[in-house]
């Protein structure tokens, strides 16, 4: 697959604007290297949501738990043990991995509003446990200081960190759309009565996607402490798994790189605009009702639409 | 091959399906015909799984089938195409048939290696015996609805079945594309060896297909037997063909 790719000019636009992002902490202000960090970070959040959302068809709307439990994980870790620093980088994909397996077990079993409410009830109540346990999770105060290995504790370091980890799983991702798992997860998207047809039994690719999707919310929670050496409970609050959702229509989520121009808008909104008014979320708002309305594939879909004339009449067909 | 002995099927106060029996031999082309709301559509739906019997049995090769989900009913050789059209809109044509395909060859749960490259040559060659390779690129929810239930049947091949169930492969498609459809079938039954059990309101396809014809009415099996011993029948005359 990365023969082809390798050679066109998408793979030459892509890489030209990695190597800019790898020179510009040396010349951009701390400040803007700090956002840059963190629109990587939403940006994972929001293609691990998009993988069970866009590529999956599962109404997924309680991720933020798993970005949370991940965060959560590699924080306790690095304050309550004495274990190799290492060690819980790795501890927090694979807890928050877990736990997606747990809700997703019982979540499969029902399908599209009901999914996604069940899942809503079952996330809230782990924000709830972390909300309430003061002794062991600090409750809303959250955790904060969490000690970095050396090697990332500047914040140009960890910029760098939070690149190279956000490559390799966009790289990881792609590879995974594109396998055998990733269409029959399209395909179960796009007819689940069909694929099971076809001999596909379709709740256990579902938990599986799920897993997957899970362990990269994971890891961008991992990666939120490397940026912020600090975790809330407001990482698990059902509002910012709205957050992400939207990104994802925003963005455009029947694209692989939609998300990430979502997770970008709406950092920038928050951050840009919401320095002068704490409404900023009316100008995503409207922005949402624009998007919904003029360009429905979402902004990524529809330029990418421009050059795949048969997806739009698909889209127009399906209104 | 297979065998539905006394299927019974309501719907709350509705008996779709109200004792039917049928019998379809290895290498047969068997149609169902009926007039609409006889039940032949929920009969399918039985027979692959989708929907679980109240009574009665199904027998595939010797073994009950009638309380397995329906991928496990395909994975024992049972594949359908639907009347109205049941695909994969997002996925390209070729996408479409290569999900089936790789669903039979067990390697759907593969996560790392390219999709492009596995079971190009089987997905090929099931989209030239159905003629759409030309399409292969395509998006299947832009196709004309003649080649999206061409594409119906080319789906269902991808699980290499034994017992293909067609539910009205010819429906809402124009006489020459009709015409073609009926030459594929009976050239992939050939090719292939496939049993067929259909169903179709067209009695001209029915009697240019089918060597057994069962007929249905309320949801019952009226009579099963050669195109000679169906025409002859005077309670089919009476019910169905007489009406016409």
């Known amino acids: 697959m990365f023969k082809n790719f390798f050679h066109s000019k998408g793979f030459g636009l892509v890489a030209g604007i990695f190597i800019i992002l790898f020179i510009l902490p040396l010349f951009a202000p701390r400040f803007y290297v700090y956002i840059l960090a963190l629109i990587y970070v939403t940006s994972l959040l929001a293609m691990s949501l998009n993988m069970v959302v866009g590529h999956g068809g599962l109404f997924q709307f309680h991720h933020g738990v798993f970005y949370g439990v991940g965060a959560y994980a590699v924080a306790l870790m690095l304050t309550k043990t004495s274990l190799p620093m290492w060690v819980g980088f790795i501890v927090g994909p694979v807890v928050a991995a877990i736990t997606g397996l747990i809700i997703g077990w019982f979540c499969v079993r029902l399908t599209r509003l009901y999914f996604g409410m069940l899942q809503i009830s079952l996330g809230s109540l782990i924000w709830a446990i972390v909300f309430r346990w003061y002794s062991f999770t600090g409750g809303d105060d959250g955790i904060h200081g969490i000690p970095m290995p050396s090697l990332i504790s500047s914040l140009n370091s960890s910029y ?39 001999g596909i039994n379709v709740r256990r690719y579902q938990l599986g996607g799920i897993v997957v999707a899970t362990f990269f919310a994971g890891v961008a929670g991992v990666l939120f402490v490397a940026l912020e050496r600090s975790v809330f409970a407001e990482m698990l609050f059902w509002v910012l798994s709205l957050e992400i959702f939207i990104m994802c229509l925003l963005g455009g989520w029947f694209t692989f790189a939609g998300p990430i121009l979502g997770a970008a808008i709406t950092v920038a909104l928050r951050t840009f605009v919401g320095k002068y008014t704490e409404y900023w979320t009316l100008i995503l708002g409207i922005m949402l009702i624009l998007v919904i309305f003029f360009l429905p594939e979402g902004v990524m879909g529809f330029f990418q639409g421009l050059f795949k004339p048969g997806m739009k009449e698909v889209a127009e067909r399906g209104k | 091959m297979l065998q539905v002995e006394g299927v019974i099927k309501s719907f709350d106060d509705f008996m779709a399906v109200d004792g039917a029996n049928l019998t379809v031999g290895k290498g047969e082309i068997v149609a169902v015909i009926g007039p609409n709301g006889a039940g032949k559509t929920t009969l399918f739906n039985l027979i692959t799984g989708a929907l679980k019997r109240d009574r009665g049995r199904i027998v595939f090769k010797g073994e009950d089938i009638s309380e397995l989900p329906p991928y496990e009913i395909c994975k024992k050789g049972i594949t ?21 395909v790789l669903s039979h060859q067990r390697r759907s749960s593969n996560l790392f290696q390219p999709a492009q490259n596995i079971a190009v040559k089987e997905t090929r060659s099931i989209l030239e015996s159905v003629g759409l390779l030309d399409k292969e690129k395509g998006i299947a929810g832009s196709l004309s609805h003649g080649d999206q239930k061409i594409l119906e049947i080319a789906i269902a091949l991808g699980n290499e079945p034994e017992l293909l169930i067609l539910d009205e492969p010819t429906a809402g498609m ?62 089919v005359q009476e019910a169905y063909l007489g009406g016409e």
Not at chain 1, 166 to 172: A, F, H, M, S
Not at chain 2, 80 to 100: C, D, E, H, K, M
Not at chain 2, 193 to 198: E, N, Q, R, S, W
């Open chain 1, 160 to 198: 760098y960190f939070i690149l190279i980890i956000l490559v390799v799983c966009l790289i990881l991702m792609y590879m995974i759309l594109k396998s055998p798992f990733g269409s029959t997860l399209q395909a179960i998207r796009d007819n689940s009565q069909r694929c099971e047809a076809v």
């Open chain 2, 80 to 100: 359908r195409s639907y009347q109205i059209v049941n695909i994969f809109p997002r996925l390209t044509v070729f996408g479409n048939v290569q999900v089936a």
């Open chain 2, 174 to 235: 124009s006489p020459e594309e009709t015409q073609a459809a009926i030459e594929l079938i009976k050239r992939l039954a050939q090719m292939r060896g496939l049993t067929i059990l259909f169903c179709e309101h067209d009695m001209d396809i029915v009697f240019s297909i089918a060597q057994s014809i069962m007929v249905m009415r309320h949801g019952q099996t009226i009579i099963q037997g050669s195109l000679k011993e169906v025409r002859s029948n005077k309670e």
